[in-house]
C-alpha cells in the first residue's frame, strides 16, 4: 500500500499548492500527470479494500476522512494521501498547544512592521464595481484598505458580511444547495490527576459505516459514537500542573441541517463522554476530578463562532466542490478579496488551510510586487 501511495503522493502533492482560477488550469502538465491517480469514482474505503481485507484495520487506516469531515465510504479515494503522509512522514507535537504556530506567526507580522488588532470583529465588507472599498467593524466606525484577506467562514461571509451584490458565483441561494461537512462536539477537561491515557487515542464504533451514515446522510445522532482523545500533558508538560491533565476529546457529528436540540443533548453527550471514560480505562470517579471544563456544540459553533451550519471542516471535499469549483483564494466575484481558511482551495484541515495562505499569498505577491 504505503510503495504504491509513493508515486499518488508524489503526482497530487503539487496539486494543492496551486490556485485554480478557471477550468483550464486542470489542463496544467501535473494536473494532467496526476489524472490517472484521482479515481473519481472510488471512495478510500473502495481503495483501502483493494490492500486490506479485514474490515477494523481498514478503519483505522481510513479515519484521517475525519479531517475532511466526511465518511470513509465518500471520501475521494486520492484522499489516502493522508494515509500515507501520516505514516511515512509522521506526526508533530507542537509544544504549548497549536496556538504557539499563530504566535510566532504573529511575532514575525509585528517585526515586519505590521498592525495586529485583536477582538475586533469585522462587521460588514463593503464594495463598489468589484473591488472591496472599506470595512465596517462591529461599533460602526469604518476602515478603508486596498486589499482585503479574510479568513471569516466563507458561506458565513458570503451571507451576513459581504455586501450581497458582490457576489454572483456564489450567492446565498447557492450556498443552500452546496454539501458540507459534519459537526463536531468537543469537550475540554482540565483534570487533578494524571490519567492513563496515550497522547492520541480512538474509539471506533462497532459499525463505522452505519454510524458514518446516520451523521452524514440522516443527519440523525448516531447509536455508537466514535470518540477522538487527545491528552496532550502525555507529553507537554507546559499543558497542565505536574500531577494533573488537560484532555480534549472530539465527537464527530450531524451539522445543523439535522434540527438538533443541543441544549439537551450536549449534556447528554457530555456525560456519556465521562461514563465512557471511567468504563473503558477503569478511571474512578472522574466526574470528581474535573476542575476546568469547557465544550462546543454544532450550534456553539454557528453562533459564537460564525461557522455556517455549525460545519466545523467546512464545504464538503466531493470533486464537484474542489478545485475551480471551490470559492477560489482571489475570491471570484470581487478583484481585491483573497481567502485563507477552509472553505477556499486545498480545503480543510490544519495543514491544508495554512497551504491555502500559501497559495494566497503567492497570488498577492505575483500580483502586486513591484
Do not use: C
Amino acid at each position: 500500500f504505503l510503495h504504491d501511495e509513493e508515486p499518488r503522493f508524489n503526482a497530487l502533492d503539487p496539486i494543492m499548492t496551486l490556485p485554480f482560477k478557471h477550468p483550464l488550469n486542470l489542463l496544467r502538465k501535473s494536473i494532467l500527470k496526476a489524472r490517472k491517480y484521482i479515481n473519481p469514482k472510488k471512495s478510500i474505503d473502495d481503495r483501502l479494500k483493494h490492500y486490506f481485507k479485514h474490515e477494523e484495520l481498514r478503519t483505522m487506516l481510513s479515519f484521517q476522512s475525519k479531517y475532511l469531515g466526511m465518511a470513509p465510504q465518500e471520501a475521494p479515494a486520492f484522499f489516502t494521501m493522508l494515509t500515507y503522509l501520516e505514516h511515512v512522514k509522521g506526526l508533530y507535537h507542537v509544544e504549548g498547544g497549536l496556538n504557539q504556530i499563530h504566535e510566532a506567526m504573529k511575532g514575525l507580522f509585528i517585526k515586519k512592521g505590521g498592525q495586529l488588532y485583536l477582538g475586533t470583529e469585522i462587521k460588514k465588507i463593503h464594495t463598489h464595481k468589484r473591488r472591496v472599498t472599506k470595512l465596517t467593524l462591529a461599533d460602526d466606525s469604518e476602515r478603508f484598505y486596498d486589499l482585503v484577506v479574510s479568513n471569516i467562514d466563507v458561506s458565513h461571509m458570503i451571507n451576513a458580511v459581504l455586501e450581497t451584490e458582490a457576489s454572483y458565483t456564489y450567492t446565498q441561494e447557492t450556498l443552500k444547495n452546496m454539501a458540507y461537512s459534519l459537526s463536531t462536539y468537543n469537550l475540554y477537561l482540565g483534570i487533578n490527576r494524571e490519567l492513563p491515557l496515550e497522547h492520541h487515542t480512538f474509539i471506533f464504533p462497532k459499525n463505522y459505516a452505519e454510524n458514518a451514515k446516520k451523521i452524514t446522510k440522516d443527519y440523525q445522532l448516531p447509536d455508537d459514537y466514535m470518540f477522538y482523545l487527545h491528552a496532550p500533558s502525555k507529553l507537554d508538560s507546559t499543558l497542565a500542573p505536574k500531577g494533573h491533565s488537560s484532555l480534549y476529546v472530539l465527537v464527530p457529528v450531524p451539522n445543523n441541517r439535522s434540527n438538533i436540540d443541543w441544549e439537551t443533548e450536549g449534556e447528554n453527550l457530555r456525560n456519556l463522554i465521562i461514563k465512557t471514560l471511567e468504563s473503558r480505562f477503569n478511571i474512578d470517579n472522574l466526574e470528581d476530578s474535573i476542575v476546568e471544563e469547557k465544550s462546543i456544540t454544532p450550534m456553539d459553533w454557528e453562533k459564537d463562532f460564525n461557522v455556517y451550519l455549525g460545519a466545523v471542516f467546512n464545504l464538503s471535499h466531493r470533486l464537484n466542490q474542489m478545485l475551480y469549483k471551490r470559492p477560489q483564494n482571489a475570491y471570484n466575484d470581487v478583484k481585491n478579496l483573497y481567502l485563507v481558511g477552509g472553505g477556499t482551495h486545498p480545503g480543510s484541515g490544519l495543514p491544508t488551510i495554512y497551504q491555502s495562505a500559501i497559495v494566497t499569498a503567492d497570488l498577492i505577491i505575483k500580483k502586486y510586487k513591484k
